[in-house]
């Protein structure tokens, strides 16, 4: 049905097409307007995508990347796991067990009310800004590695037993990993250097509004 409908639609629309072609409308000045606003815009895509192509090197993505590099440095990361419960004091029992040497990852998968439980509370890499809540973090940076905290951690979704496994400075993405990203900004880089110099380089008058839209009363 789909495939009748289209095909009915272009045969009508070219039917239309032909009747006005044959009734003159093919010089009409109204249609030539029109195409040569389209054929300006098509001319307009075509040069920017041969621009962005020419501007978008080997060599310039390169250097973006070093940039992106360089305005993006390595930040200290941690791997960290957690027991999250409901109370302070059901807390500081775990806390006992664990002093007493319970394995901290089953028990977090027998005790913790997190997501993270069935993976022993491991809750992976993260850096100390942005992805955890303040108390979270600054208690997670404040441990070395292998140390866990010995003093409930409260934040709004309870209270934590927090263990950090591993430190480490955090790895750049890979040039593909971001090539799209830096291309992008290759183009928009490009594209307004160019429209900086013809802008430098053109005589531009422009018609007032009032001037286009008649005043109301």
Known sequence: MLYDSLVNHLVEGQLIADKAKAEGFGDNPEV??????????????????????????????????????????????????????????????????????ADFAELAKAESTGPSAPNGGDLGYFQRDGQMVEPFAKAAFDLEAGAYTKEPVQTQFGWHIIKVTD??????????????????????????????????????????????????E
């Not at 590099?69 to 791997?79: D, F, R, S, Y």
């Not at 110099?197 to 007032?208: N, Q, S």
């Open 32 to 101: 030539a307007e029109r195409l040569n606003a389209v054929r300006d815009e098509i001319i307009r895509s075509v040069y920017l995508t041969h621009v962005v192509e020419d501007a978008a090197t080997d060599e310039a993505l390169e250097a973006k990347y070093e940039e992106y590099k360089a305005a993006n440095p390595p930040q200290e990361e941690v791997k960290a796991s957690h027991i999250l419960v409901e109370s302070e004091e059901k807390a500081r029992d775990l806390i006992a067990q664990l002093e007493d040497g």
């Open 167 to 216: 430190r480490r400075m955090s790895e750049p993405p890979s040039l593909d990993d971001v090539r799209n990203e830096l291309t992008t900004e290759i183009a928009q880089d490009r594209i307004a250097a160019l429209v900086e110099d013809l802008r430098d380089g053109a005589e531009i008058e422009t018609t007032p509004l009032d001037e286009i839209v008649p005043k109301t």
